[in-house]
């Protein structure tokens, strides 16, 4: 594995694989905020095979692991002989319900450690009449926010925002809290464009639940979300109180699978 050092370095990996015309499958979208972020902390690695490139994200004690390749055989033959799979990888394979790339991975020694499915809801939101919205997080609330999602959240299968990930989305204004006794028993975060909402934690304390906290909290982002036309989340496909939380406010399931896959037992 090589460090990345820069956008381009991953432009030009990609345009490589594309100039094989031997054909395209990835998990990999370039984001350049979010992956300048990695590169600039020292996190973010490539390691390059003649039809295959892998992009990997350093996260503690797993990589998050990404590709680039002209097939799923070469994909396959890539990652059986990469030095790198001695490390835990997770790996997230999007796509339809029956996933062919998801069966050749579990075939060479993945398996499925978690799926999830994406719901929505189309039109503008309901707007409803509150006297003030939560508190917009700031960045000395930044440490809390990261310790809060990594003990709450599962991180090989949830995508945990790094440090630095908070800190742009604090810079959005794109965290809202409720705090109670000093501290914050409540968060959502977001990312909201001119007509798409995608809304990516909502978390409340556990001591703190059944006090229409996590309701507070997502009326305050649908009167912030008030111009957009299409409000997404990510929900795991076994947290039934969550899909009955969506549903009460009108998401339906989308036929767009996220399998998240491990090459080692956890």
Not at 156 to 178: D, N
Request: glycine share 4%; charged share 25%.
């Amino acid at each position: 594995m090589v460090r990345i050092k820069s956008i381009e370095e991953i432009q030009n990996f990609t345009c490589f694989i594309r100039s094989l015309r031997k054909g395209l499958i990835t998990n990999f979208y370039l984001n350049v905020e979010k992956h300048s972020i990695w590169i600039e902390a020292g996190e973010f690695f490539v390691h390059e095979t003649p039809e295959c490139i892998f992009f990997l994200h350093e996260n503690g004690n797993f990589y998050h692991l990404f590709f680039t390749a002209t097939s799923t055989d070469s994909l396959c033959a890539a990652l059986q002989k990469a030095s790198f799979c001695n490390e835990l990888l997770s790996i997230d394979i999007l796509g339809a319900k029956e996933n062919v790339v998801k069966d050749a991975l579990v075939n060479i020694g993945f398996y499925e450690y978690k799926s999830l499915y994406r719901m929505y809801h189309i039109g503008y939101p309901l707007q409803y009449e509150m006297e003030k919205i939560a508190d917009i997080a700031t960045i000395k609330d930044i440490d809390e926010i990261y310790h809060i999602l990594n003990q709450d959240f599962d991180p090989l299968s949830e995508q945990i925002p790094t440090k630095g990930e908070l800190a742009l989305a604090i810079s959005k204004k794109e965290i809202l809290i409720f705090r109670a006794e000093s501290k914050i028993k409540g968060l959502i975060l977001f990312e909201l464009s001119k007509l798409n909402m995608y809304l990516r934690f909502w978390w409340v304390d556990k001591m703190y639940r059944n006090q229409h906290i996590g309701a507070f909290l997502y009326h305050s982002l649908m009167n912030l979300a008030k111009g957009t036309k299409r409000q997404m989340h990510w929900v795991i496909s076994t947290n039934d109180n969550a899909i009955k939380r969506y549903k009460h406010y009108g998401y339906i399931a989308e036929s767009l699978y996220d399998y998240v896959l491990l090459n080692k037992k956890v």
